[in-house]
DNA sequence: CTAATTGCAAAAGCTTTGCAGCGCA
DNA sequence: TGCGCTGCAAAGCTTTTGCAATTAG
């Protein structure tokens, strides 16, 4: 339990009450995409009561801090994510939101090589692929 | 120069100048994927005065006859470009902005293989690199 | 003529900033 | 104790909406 606060500590951050729960929400949130309004309305149902501004505050802290990575999938605004040791890539359900992880060694070598052809150097890199998941499908 | 006019036409909306500009600014334009704000100040310096609400109406309508594709790359907010008959992905330089295009057949079928093994049904889908371009790495 | 379209102004979201006070180390 | 962090309120930005006036077909 003590883990988040190492994070914390590590990432040169003060081991606060809001950090903590931001964290905490994101490690066992069932949706593991959140927008910043996502985690302020979360936060409200579980019956903390962190201010707006500092949850923006804090994710960006976060994302600077490499603590978690943040998207921009089809809705024009961020979802922040946990950032894991592995790199992984979105598929996104254009009916219900749901949010599918995947990683395919082809497409991770593809890009590089697509990319030194162009001369770049890529630094980063995000794949999104938009569609109906197995459930929509039936219902 | 009628060719925006049967588009337009085609898409069952009504010629009208805003639309059109809009529409030659889209086709004409250097930098092919613009936000609202972006066509607005085009045009602006080109002389036509256009309201912004009226260029993010007629740009939502473009969307919806398959006129124009919208984007949402790092930034939060979308980007237009036109839909050109041919599919491409996206390389985006995080130092000048620069947006290039490319196509490669492997990723495209490699992304149709992962779909189905997760029972996906793919409607769309967005890849961006994310990097340094070759102008910038020298600069 | 009639319905679609525009412009203006104002509202709506989400996100950011300034500043005074509180709290971790 | 001191600097960092939080909350509040207010400002900022892009985008959207309501409504009266205008225009294409």
Redesign the interface.
């Known amino acids: 339990m003590a883990t988040e606060n190492q994070e914390l500590r590590k990432a040169g951050l003060k081991v606060t009450l809001p950090r903590v729960k931001i964290l905490q929400l994101l490690e066992s949130s069932e949706n593991k995409h959140l927008s910043g309004k996502d985690v302020y309305k979360a936060l409200l149902e579980a019956g903390e009561d962190v201010a707006l501004p500092t949850i923006y505050r804090v994710l960006h802290q976060f994302e600077a801090a490499g603590l978690v990575i943040s998207h921009?999938?089809?809705?024009?605004?961020?979802v922040y994510e946990l950032n894991s040791v592995d790199h992984h890539d979105h598929?996104v359900?254009?009916k219900c939101g749901r949010v599918?992880e995947?990683l395919?060694d082809?497409?991770e070598q593809?890009?590089e090589k697509?990319?030194s052809k162009?001369?770049?150097?890529?630094?980063?890199?995000?794949?999104?692929?938009?569609?109906?998941?197995?459930d929509c499908?039936q219902a």
Chains 1, 2 share one sequence.
């Open positions: 921009n999938f089809e809705s024009a605004h961020s598929m359900c254009t599918e995947f395919d082809v497409i593809q890009q697509i990319a162009h001369g770049f150097k890529i630094t980063d890199h995000s794949m999104c692929l938009y569609g109906i998941c197995s499908q």
